[in-house]
């Protein structure tokens, strides 16, 4: 059975890091791409990060970029992102979701949530006071 497991959300101050683990079974992350999803109320689900199967391409939403980092672990099948200096509009639900091996995505072509086949039941983020 295929699953993905989130973890590590919580309730951070502005400035603060979080570190999100997507434990993975059924498959090999490093077969598929592997993204992290965001959704807040009332608007869309969006990527702030990927990363590929291949050759480690990575993706990061302008508006995390230089402050969210994207990692693998392939021993421990699990993927995980750190985020640093968080801030209140970083607050959602998010998603780990597993994608076609080599799926195309760039700066100007963003990884859309409807190419994954796979997610995570989604773990809340709080930045906060």
């Known amino acids: 059975q295929v699953q993905l497991v989130e973890s590590g959300g919580g309730l951070v101050q502005p400035g603060g890091s979080l570190r999100l683990s997507c434990a993975a079974s059924?498959?090999?992350?490093?077969?598929?791409?592997i993204g992290w999803f965001r959704q807040v109320p009332g608007k869309e689900r969006t990527a702030v990060s990927c990363?590929?199967?291949?050759?480690?391409?990575?993706y990061y939403a302008d508006s995390v970029k230089g402050r969210f980092t994207i990692a693998r672990d392939n021993s421990k099948n699990m993927v995980y992102l750190e985020m640093n200096s968080l801030r209140p509009d970083d607050t959602a639900v998010y998603y780990c979701?597993?994608?076609?091996?080599?799926?195309?995505?760039?700066?100007?072509?963003?990884?859309?949530?409807?190419?994954?086949?796979?997610w995570g039941q989604g773990t809340q983020v709080t930045v906060s006071s």
């Open positions: 990363i590929s199967d291949s050759d480690g391409r990575t």
């Open positions: 059924g498959f090999i992350v490093d077969d598929y791409t």
């Open positions: 979701a597993a994608g076609p091996p080599n799926l195309y995505y760039s700066s100007y072509a963003p990884p859309l949530w409807p190419d994954f086949r796979s």
